[in-house]
Each structure stands twice: as C-alpha cells, then as structure tokens.
C-alpha cells in the first residue's frame, strides 16, 4: 500500500469504536486531567495551539495576509496579521480563538459520530503542519513539533483501538477546553491579567462590553460541548 493510498484509507475508511465502558472512562480521564490545575496548565499549551490556529484560519479565510504565529512558554500566543483594523474580518478573527477548540471538537465529534476515528487524527496532523509554517519562533516550533510527532506515531504506528480512544479522548478535551477556556479568560480578567484579551479587543471594536462577549463565547462553546457530547455519547 502506497503513502497516499493510507492516507485516503485513513481519511474514509470506517473504525470500529470502542466499547461503552472505554468511551466513559476516556471521558472521565479528559474530565479529571482538565480538573486538576497542574495538569490543565500542561494541556493548555495545546489549546494554545488551537486557539492560535482559530485566528489563523479565520484571518485568512476573511482575507487578512497573515504575518506569523508565536506559542510562548507560558501558554499563552499571538497570531499576526494584517488588514483593516476593524470590520467584519477583524471581528471574525478575534471571535475565532476561543471558538477553534469547541468548533474543531464538535467536527471531531461529527466524524467519530460516523466512526471515522482515523480521519480525526489525520485532520488534526495535516492542520498542525498547516500551522507550522506559519510559526515565528523557537518554543513555537518546538511545541508543534512536540504536538505533530504525537499525533503521527498513533496515527501511523498505533493499532485501531488505540487510535480509537486518542481520537475519543482528544475530541472530548477540545469540546471541553471550550467553555474552561473561557472561564479561565474571565478569571484573568477580574484579577487585571489580561487587558489585552480578545474580549477586550472587540468591546474596542464593537463597543459592547467585554464581559458580554466572555458570556457569548461561553454560552457558544457549552452549546457545542452538548451537541459535541451527545454525538459521541455511549449508546
């Protein structure tokens, strides 16, 4: 079998999905890891990585020239691009960071739905080297780098079981980073750490108050961690 003959294979083909007891403890497992503060802030790294690629994408569907991605030590990242200062595709590209993780859930989501467990590891590797060449520094490309060869080795090496419940366990994280994304946003806020939010950023453009867009992007991912929860729900 050639290369792109196991790529298209991976993409369309059909997994068996695992049992019902494997799906919940995966859950469970997602659950106490994003629960447990010095774990989170090991994870947030990845949804780092998630919200960067939302701007991006956005930027340059909306017809912004993207300039470069930076991922930072301590979690946090800036994606740069450039356009008209304001107007639909500035607000778009700020609306997207904290909307990618539970968007990119609810497809994963959508796919598993359909058993198609391979193609969400596939979809997140050929994204994560989309992304990559749009990185501008060091941590950056290591954190990518870190993210791509993980995603790779199970998707290549690991039997259909284990690429099953990595593609369960990494949909479940993204659709619940969603809304603690937010919550963690909101936190940073009330204790004066992140002026600069996007939150912030588009009260300045829209002139509605950034603790109003925190409830908006809030309200959207929960509602996509429901519908995310119900297709992947054991039955």
Request: proline share 4%.
């Amino acid at each position: 079998m050639t290369l792109l003959e196991r790529l298209w294979e991976g993409l369309t083909g059909v997994q068996q999905p695992p049992s019902s007891a494997a799906i919940w403890w995966t859950a469970l497992a997602v659950v106490a890891a994003v629960a447990f503060r010095p774990a989170w802030r090991i994870l947030r790294h990845l949804v780092t990585i998630v919200h960067e690629g939302g701007h991006a994408t956005a930027a340059v569907l909306t017809g912004r020239r993207l300039r470069g991605i930076r991922l930072h030590s301590d979690s946090s990242g800036v994606t740069l691009s450039q356009g008209r200062p304001r107007g639909f595709g500035m607000l778009l590209t700020l609306i997207a960071g904290y909307l990618a993780p539970a968007l990119f859930g609810l497809l994963a989501a959508g796919l598993l739905w359909q058993r198609h467990a391979l193609a969400v590891l596939w979809v997140a590797l050929l994204l994560l080297s989309l992304m990559l060449l749009q990185i501008r520094n060091f941590h950056g490309l290591y954190s990518m780098l870190v993210a791509g060869l993980a995603v790779f080795a199970v998707s290549w090496w690991g039997a259909e079981p284990v690429q099953s419940l990595a593609a369960y366990g990494f949909t479940w994280f993204l659709l619940l980073a969603g809304p603690v994304g937010v919550i963690d946003l909101q936190r940073a806020r009330r204790a004066g750490r992140a002026r600069g939010s996007d939150a912030d950023q588009l009260a300045g453009l829209t002139r509605v108050p950034a603790a109003v867009w925190a409830g908006v992007l809030f309200l959207l991912t929960v509602a996509a961690l429901v519908v995310g929860g119900w297709l992947i729900w054991p039955r």
